[in-house]
């Protein structure tokens, strides 16, 4: 028996590197996707109105993006507000 196939999008891919501990940069996005650069600011631009997009300055002066799920964020707010 066969086991049904994923669809793995550029999207969910994004998503999955901009979920991980250090976040991504968008010339590491732009190499991943094989997106134009103005392509991964206008996606980053969406998943900012959909949940929690930071960023931070790496070293050499990268800028480095991380989402975080609306819900977990939430949850730290909550966690804060309380102390």
Known sequence: ??????????????????????????????RATEWKVHSVRAFLTGVRKTGTLSKEQRQYGATSYHYAEPSAACAEVGAESSQ
């Not at 196939?5 to 940069?25: E, H, N, Q, Y």
């Open 1 to 30: 028996m066969r086991k049904p196939k994923t669809k793995s999008t550029k999207s969910a891919a994004v998503i999955r590197m901009l979920s991980r501990d250090r976040g991504a940069s968008i010339a590491e996005i732009v």
